[in-house]
């Protein structure tokens, strides 16, 4: 079966971007308000987008109202972040944080969230999340308004948190820790199993 993409709905063409590119992984992203709201919510469309200078990137997908999401407000409005990694542990909290409650609230006690303080940045942190960034923003790129459109969000990553047990002769251990990928629709992938497979030389 062949689809041609400019024949589609814009809803379309996510289904089919959405079920497809899988598993992916989750940016848990906290941000403050300048009001002092704390915010918390997840985004699967996340990945790096270099590691010299290091910076991670995430899309907004443009709502059907057209208007941005709390995050890229707060981001917009204060330019800082952190992105936490989610685990197995943290997905019912993390997916409870998708709610759509309004700007006022924090997710934070929306979702019973345990936070931190973060080591420089002002939005607070998941306590119980296993690797976090702390980010500043870098660039926003705007693909499109239309709805299912998006905006690429760039973040120079300023500090990096791993949990002490997860690092290990300079990088962090694959086998200590069980993130999870976002699949099409509301699946997730949570299996424990890895393969290690060499690359050829």
Not at 127 to 151: M, N, T
Not at 162 to 169: A, F, K
Request: with cysteine; glycine share 6%.
């Amino acid at each position: 079966m062949i689809f041609t993409t400019s024949e589609l709905e814009g809803h379309e063409n996510y289904q089919l971007l959405n079920g497809g590119v899988t598993p992916r992984p989750i940016a848990w992203i906290s941000t403050r308000s300048e009001s002092g709201v704390d915010n918390l919510a997840p985004f699967s469309f996340f990945t790096v987008a270099s590691c010299n200078p290091p910076v991670l990137l995430y899309t907004q997908i443009t709502q059907r109202n057209g208007l941005d999401k709390d995050t890229l407000n707060n981001l917009v409005e204060t330019g800082e972040c952190v992105v936490n990694v989610v685990d197995t542990e943290l997905l019912e909290k993390m997916n409870k944080t998708s709610a759509g409650i309004h700007a006022s609230e924090s997710e934070f006690s929306f979702a019973d969230v345990e936070s931190c303080p973060s080591y420089s940045a002002k939005p607070l942190s998941v306590l119980q999340s296993p690797i976090r960034y702390e980010c500043r923003l870098r660039e926003i790129v705007k693909v499109s308004d239309l709805p299912s459109g998006g905006k690429l969000i760039l973040l120079d990553v300023q500090h990096v948190y791993v949990r002490d047990e997860l690092y290990s002769d300079g990088k962090i251990d694959q086998l200590a820790f069980s993130s999870i990928g976002k699949m099409g629709g509301n699946y997730y992938s949570v299996s424990p199993d890895k393969v290690e497979i060499s690359r050829p030389g």
